[in-house]
């Protein structure tokens, strides 16, 4: 049974529900997929459901405490929100290093947690909350889950609304990272113009990588190509920044190491989000190590470059605690994977949509994004530069406020 608690300004309500591992064979291994259920009181528990898709892959929704502020305080005042912990996250069943099974076996399981998979937990989760149609917000990863909802199961859907989350229709994984690398070469452009004095104290450093010097607070040793990947942090919002404090510390110091594993990208907290990264981008496609494969010769030549949000084979042997699922990435990145969205469905789309677009998205590329976006009938796109990749978490309450407003006619 569900369990509701009081805080202040808001009643939460706990769910867990009980799924296939894989939804053609309900007969077989099953998982659990929990949502919290976020109502302002006095009212807020008969509102419509917007159910929140997470970015990632991997990662859980955002736990609420106290009054909301940001996009879930905007979004309590129309809704009640359902964060859901997509399959693998949370509080849902756990994906870890999956011992005791086969590499294959582990691959065959984990192919299971892409955006088509959680598409059918939340149509499942729908029938089983009683609910006619209900709405959708999806954050970069959750906004693919999104599109993918369009072109699976649009009758389940009031409304859909994307940040930085509208993903190609069609293309192969090697486009989308040819223009993710472009990006990334200018932000590494635009940061060192603004700290020109750390691309020289990034040499330095790569030396003392090279000769074994630094190791993380585990132990591990923080290998070059590990490094390279603090690049991510230049898609966000003052991620110059973050990245130049990080650089200004004593590379011998405690802080230097936990902050550098606090900022990598890809860890054994989260291994579906190394593990499945690229398949997201998957749709009809085997990804054989794409990021790999389609990095720009500017990165052999300048090794003060940073990387992005790409997933590279070395992360599971650099990385001790995704090492367990080492063979089964390689299986994974050989798949022939089924297409996620239906082009045909989406341009019959009758769902009312709004989008954010960021002109300067590091993550999701603008063209592809505008693409995709005028497939869609009922589609309301709005291209700004006036955010990054992380516009609902730095501005949520502005952003979703536009979305709603777009998708409802007042702009």
């Not at 029938?127 to 990863?141: A, I, M, N, P, T």
């Not at 494969?293 to 995704?322: C, I, K, N, Q, W």
Request: hydrophobic letters at 35%; glycine letters at 8%.
């Amino acid at each position: 049974m569900p369990t509701s608690v009081r805080v202040p300004g808001l009643v939460l309500t706990e769910h867990e529900f009980d799924v296939p591992l894989d939804h053609s064979k309900p007969e077989g291994e099953r998982i659990t997929v929990f949502a919290r259920e976020v109502a302002e009181p006095d009212g807020g528990e008969e509102r419509p459901f917007l159910v929140f898709l997470q970015g990632g892959p991997g990662h859980e929704a955002p736990r609420p405490a106290g009054r909301p502020s940001g996009w879930l305080g905007r979004a309590v005042r129309d809704y009640r929100v359902l964060l859901l912990d997509q399959r693998g996250t949370g509080n849902s069943t756990p994906v870890g290093t999956l011992p005791g099974r086969t590499p294959a076996e582990q691959a065959g399981y984990l192919a299971h947690f892409r955006a088509d998979s959680i598409v059918r937990d939340a149509e499942l989760i729908r029938r089983q909350l009683g609910v006619q149609r209900w709405s959708v917000l999806g954050q970069s990863f959750g906004g693919f889950t999104s599109l993918a909802y369009l072109s699976q199961a649009p009758e389940g859907l009031r409304e859909a609304f994307f940040t930085g989350g509208l993903p190609p229709v069609g293309r192969h994984p090697d486009e989308v990272y040819q223009a993710t690398y472009a990006t990334l070469l200018e932000r590494n452009r635009r940061y060192y113009r603004r700290y020109p004095g750390d691309r020289e104290r990034v040499r330095k450093l790569h030396a003392r990588l090279d000769a074994g010097e630094i190791t993380l607070p585990d132990g591990t040793p923080l290998t070059s190509r590990l490094f390279r990947q603090l690049g991510h942090v230049l898609g966000a919002s003052e991620g110059a920044e973050t990245l130049h404090y990080l650089l200004e510390r004593d590379p011998d110091s405690p802080a230097f190491a936990h902050d550098v594993a606090a900022t990598l990208p890809f860890s054994a907290r989260n291994p579906l989000y190394a593990v499945i990264h690229e398949a997201c981008y998957a749709d009809g496609h085997a990804t054989r190590w794409s990021a790999e494969r389609t990095r720009p010769a500017e990165y052999d030549d300048d090794v003060t470059l940073f990387t992005g949000e790409h997933v590279f084979p070395s992360v599971f042997t650099d990385l001790p605690g995704l090492a367990p699922l080492r063979e089964a990435a390689e299986l994974l990145a050989e798949r022939e994977w089924p297409r996620l969205y239906d082009a045909d469905v989406l341009r019959s789309c009758e769902v009312p949509c709004a989008a954010a677009i960021y002109a300067e998205d590091a993550y999701v590329d603008r063209r592809f994004s505008e693409e995709t976006a005028g497939l869609i009938p009922t589609m309301r796109p709005w291209v700004t530069n006036e955010y990054e990749h992380n516009g609902l978490r730095a501005a949520g309450e502005h952003v979703l406020a536009r979305l709603i407003d777009l998708v409802r006619g007042r702009a």
